[in-house]
């Protein structure tokens, strides 16, 4: 089964793309490598999972809508796990507004791509 991870360069996204990859699973991780923590410890948890030869890893912004139509085309996942989010809350507090898109929409974003390639699914 191919699972499309996003965010899986984060902490929560790691550890569920690392146990998926143990269970056998292929795992198709989305991450934006933002600046807002050490990008090289999310370097770092890539280059883990890429041990596993059934990982692959893709490098945008989930506002990339052509791009993640591409992923969906070549990749045709079987399940998303939506885990991608900006790090830290109080950043939205500090700097209100500096994200592009709000989460809702790129859970709408992620979810019509997978109803779009799935017909049946509602």
């Known amino acids: 089964m191919r699972v499309l991870v996003t965010g899986t360069a984060g902490f929560i996204g790691f550890h569920i793309a690392r146990r ?42 989930l506002e990339d809508a052509q791009a993640l139509h591409d992923v969906f085309a070549r990749r045709t996942p079987d399940m998303v796990m939506h885990l991608a989010g900006q790090a830290g809350v109080s950043h939205s507090l500090d700097a209100p507004g500096t994200t592009s898109i709000p989460i809702s929409s790129e859970r709408t974003r992620c979810w019509r791509r997978c109803v779009g390639t799935r017909p049946g699914i509602s």
């Open 20 to 61: 998926l990859l143990e269970e056998g699973y292929t795992v198709i991780g989305l991450d934006g490598i933002t600046d807002y923590y050490d990008v090289s410890l999310k370097r770092r948890r890539h280059a883990l999972l890429h041990r596993f030869e059934n990982f692959s890893s893709h490098e945008f912004m």
